[in-house]
């Protein structure tokens, strides 16, 4: 039974972390809002099923919103994640913290209100930055930088190689001052899986762009 | 076997949905950091098991963090969520969402940075709250009080009282003008659950504070 993915066509976002599950994993599935009337079929299915925000899959009877529970559902679907119940609390634990770091991405251009344009926020956009970049930014690497990861590969590993790609997208000065070698080498491993590089060539994959949650001005990198 | 909660002590913060769930269920648990030496104990416990930050929960071999995280492992153990696999992600996307909006109702008094004063961004806190009163606040409102939740009682009846409790003491204004009556019958319903109410008057409960998720500076109330 295939997959139904609903979320915005024109951005990577939040779903990217849920496609890049799908793609490594080779399962079939339908990326709704890409296709004809896209939009409007997904929130007509966030409207029957009662979904606060995209990203949602629908799969058979199941919904399930809220990436990291997504990737919860998928994991053992997918070969993505332990069987063990201890194993797969703390892999979705990890995904949980991801999850809060990528809201402070999201925030550093967008302090005030996600309703309102980058533009109408600049001023403050450049004091949340300096405080990301400083403090924030160097945590969260430090963190997942000496975790110590399950042998086998998980969507812990495709979510870091996403944050990676994206934060130096984003903050190219920034990130190219920080060290981070154990990500580093992750990044490259995840980039060369057949599967995942096919991926990242197609058109499937979206760039990155400034309707996006990584975004690059200059003026909040360092 | 006892549970062992790690949470900053002087505040109800994200631990205390974990707290609510844990007395509600009168299930036996010590508070660690509320102890003798408790922060040392804590941070030790932390460094430990590479907790990126509070609450976690011991329990035998298990360690758990992540607010949403550790209730949906004590769900099922307290009798707080369903035993079917989609009954239990339903539950938990709800309370994923409840997890975001409480970093919104955080980031009220702290747009720019988690690691500054309240004081050093009350400028840029005001443009934050007008967005939050008038928009995101609303918006999850009307989300939750159309919620069909299930007939059993679960962790999320528990989370959505505190969540009621916590914006009414924060923005007593904002709440008085909006309209969520079945959100304040559920409300009444678990204030007056006799386990919960003889929590809620022991001293046990903390108060609300100025260190808090859930703050009142009048100047962010409308």
Redesign the interface.
Known sequence: MSYRLHYWPSIQGRGEFVRLALEDADAGYRDIARGPQGIAQMEKAMARH?V?APPFLVHG??V???T??IL??LGPRLGLAPKSE?GR?WL??QQ??IA?WL?EVH?VHH??????YYEE?KR?AR??AA??RD??LPKFLR?FE???RPRAFTYLDLSLFQMIEGLRYAFPRAMRKLRYKNLEALHDKVAARPRLAAYLRSERRIAFNRQGIFRHYPELDS
Chains 1, 2 share one sequence.
């Open positions: 009662h606060f009877q199941v399930v919103a809220q990291a529970n919860l559902y201890a609390l979705h634990q949980l913290t809060d809201v925030d302090p005030i209100g996600s309703g309102l926020q403050e004091r949340r405080d990301f403090n924030r963190y000496a975790l110590e």
